[in-house]
Each structure stands twice: as C-alpha cells, then as structure tokens.
C-alpha cells in the first residue's frame, strides 16, 4: 500500500509541475510518466486519461469553494426577508474571506484551475460560481418583493454579469500572482464596490460589516501566500 501511495504521489507531483508550467493542453503524459519514474501501463492503472489526472489535482479544491459560496448563501437564505437584507453585508464578507484563505493554503491548485485548465471541464469553473451566485440573486429578489419592496425588473444576462465582473475580479489574485494582504485588501474595497452597485440597483441599504473592517495596507512583498 505504501509503495501504491508513493507512486501516486510521484505521479501527481510531475503532474502538477507539467500542468503549471504548459497547461493542460501543452502537458506530455510522455513527461509526466518519464519524470515519475513509472512506465505508461503502470501509469493508467492510477489514471486512465490525462483529463482524470488533471481532475484529480484540482477537483476537490473546485469542490470546496463552491461549498463555500453555497454555505454563506444558504445561511443567508435560512433568515428572513428582512434579515437576509441586515446580514448580507456580513455574510459575504465572511465567505469571500474563507475562500481567499483557501485559496492561498492552496495556491498552486488553483493556479492550474483558474490559469492552466483550457481544454477541460473546469476552464468553466468561474462561470459554475457565477450561476451559483445569479440564482441567489433571483431568490433575494424575491424575498424583497415578499416584503412589498419594489424591484427593478433584471433580465438575467445583466445579474450574470454583475456576478461574473465580482468573481473574475476577486480570482485576479491568482491571475496576477497577488500577496495574500493586498489581494485581501483588493477584495474588501472590490466588495464594497459590488455591495454599492446592487444597493442602488435594487433600492435597499446594506448594514456595515460588524466591527471596523480595516482595508490593509499594501504589502511590498510579491510572493504569493507569504
């Protein structure tokens, strides 16, 4: 078992450098194989495709954000009309933290995910966060109408690209290889940006995140994670 683990990680770890530095597309299972140190058979009794070993390195860290984004959706949707309204502000905050922090424990696979992924499924993963996110819009929406609260008539094109501008503008980080502390700072001034559109928008006044939410200073370190 020991030797079967071993072998995978060899295989995994080749793949990831391969993927990193030429994509998906570009990568040679012929390299990936060779530097592993294993023969081809061996390896397609751990992967029978390339798209499955690409998979297999950034599947589970898609799998968590998207349960990030649904957890702080779902919690908002536990509330009320009118608390969903008083909690927004807070909820979002708390969940964008949490996927940055993800993010950044696990740099490297989301740079395959949201830079080296062109030819697989997951080169769609911001547009998944974005219909996650449109579809909350929908139901907040009609949470303000139970309420008696007039909204704007949206077609669903504008919201998905309302939504698409926020999560294409918070995965820059990654993009452009941002430390940690300025992409924070980035995303906390991103956010509000965001909160106002949709507070004109749709007529309603988002409360301030709980305490003083200081926008950090900008770091001079470049390394991302450091």
Same mark, same amino acid.
């Given at each position: 078992?020991?030797d079967?683990?071993?072998?995978n990680?060899k295989?995994? /770890?080749m793949?990831?450098?391969?993927?990193? *530095?030429?994509?998906?597309?570009?990568?040679?299972?012929?390299?990936?194989v060779?530097?592993?140190?294993?023969?081809?058979?061996a390896?397609?009794?751990y992967?029978?495709t390339?798209?499955?070993?690409? /998979?297999?390195?950034v599947?589970?860290h898609?799998?968590? %954000?998207?349960?990030?984004?649904?957890?702080g959706?779902?919690q908002?949707?536990?509330?009320?009309?009118?608390e969903?309204?008083d909690?927004?502000?807070?909820?979002?905050?708390?969940?964008?933290?949490?996927?940055?922090d993800?993010?950044?424990?696990?740099y490297?696979?989301f740079?395959?995910?949201?830079?080296q992924a062109?030819?697989t499924?997951? *080169?769609?993963?911001?547009?998944e966060?974005v /219909?996650?996110?449109?579809?909350?819009?929908?139901q907040?929406?009609e949470a303000?109408k139970s309420?008696?609260?007039? %909204?704007?008539?949206?077609?669903?094109?504008?919201?998905?690209?309302?939504?698409?501008?926020?999560?294409?503008?918070?995965?820059?980080m990654?993009v452009h290889?941002m430390n940690?502390?300025?992409?924070?700072?980035?995303?906390?001034?991103l956010? $509000?940006?965001h909160t106002?559109?949709? /507070?004109r928008?749709l007529? %309603?006044?988002f409360?301030?995140?709980?305490?003083?939410e $200081?926008?950090?200073?900008?770091? *001079?370190? *470049?390394?991302?994670?450091?």
């Open positions: 078992m020991g079967t683990e071993g072998t990680g295989i995994l /770890e793949a990831r450098q391969e993927f990193l *530095e030429k994509g998906f597309q570009d990568a040679s299972l012929r390299t990936i060779r530097k592993a140190g294993v023969t081809t058979g390896f397609y009794r992967y029978p390339k798209e499955a070993l690409f /998979e297999a390195l599947k589970p898609a799998d968590q %954000v998207i349960s990030l984004l649904d957890q959706i779902g908002i949707q536990s509330m009320t009309p009118r969903q309204t909690a927004m502000t807070q909820v979002t905050a708390d969940y964008m933290d949490r996927i940055l993800y993010v950044y424990d696990h490297d696979s740079k395959l995910l949201i830079c062109a030819g499924v997951y *080169e769609n993963f911001l547009h966060l /219909e996650h996110e449109v579809k909350a819009t929908y907040y929406m303000l309420m008696g609260h007039p %909204v704007p008539s949206l077609d669903e094109g504008l919201c998905h690209m309302i939504s698409s501008g926020l999560f294409s503008g918070m995965f820059e990654v290889d940690q502390e300025d992409a924070r700072r980035r995303i906390i001034q956010r $509000e940006f106002g559109g949709w /507070e928008i007529g %309603v006044a409360q301030k995140r709980e305490g003083n $200081e926008i950090p200073e900008r770091s *001079e370190a *470049e390394n991302p994670g450091s």
